[in-house]
Nanobody
Framework: QVQLVESGGGLVQAGGSLRLSCAAS??????YGWFRQAPGKEREFIAR????????VYADSVKGRFTVSRTYTKNTVYLQMNSLKPEDTAVYSC????????????????WGQGTQVTVSS
């Protein structure tokens, strides 16, 4: 069965770093995305990676601070989060989809359970 499991969330002070992992099983998808959702807000796209080529897309809000990558042999996608800000606080989720899955969450077919990231001042 297809399964995506995120890990690595936690509490960190502003300016700190975290690395989130998304372990995929069941099959390989063309696109993997990272999204976040804060209380009372819509789900927000933050990063996307093509599994085969490794090409990436970032939201302007995280560009230069976050890096998405993958280890092909481990079927794992990562989100390195540096220079964290309190406004980065949210539940972060990994998603998988086809080649058409880019920045819109409705384009993704499978989702992980999410992991909480809390950034304190």
């Amino acid at each position: 069965q297809v399964q995506l499991v995120e890990s690595g969330g936690g509490l960190v002070q502003a300016g700190g770093s975290l690395r989130l992992s998304c372990a995929a099983s069941g099959r390989t998808f063309s696109s993997y995305g990272w999204f976040r959702q804060a209380p009372g807000k819509e789900r927000e796209f933050i990063a996307r990676i093509s599994w085969l080529s490794g090409s990436t897309v970032y939201a302007d809000s995280v560009k230069g601070r976050f890096t998405v990558s993958r280890t092909y042999t481990k079927n794992t996608v990562y989100l390195q989060m540096n220079s964290l800000k309190p406004e980065d606080t949210a539940v972060y989720s990994c998603a998988a989809g086809g080649t058409r899955a880019t920045i819109d969450p409705i384009g993704y077919d499978y989702w992980g359970q999410g992991t909480q990231v809390t950034v304190s001042s």
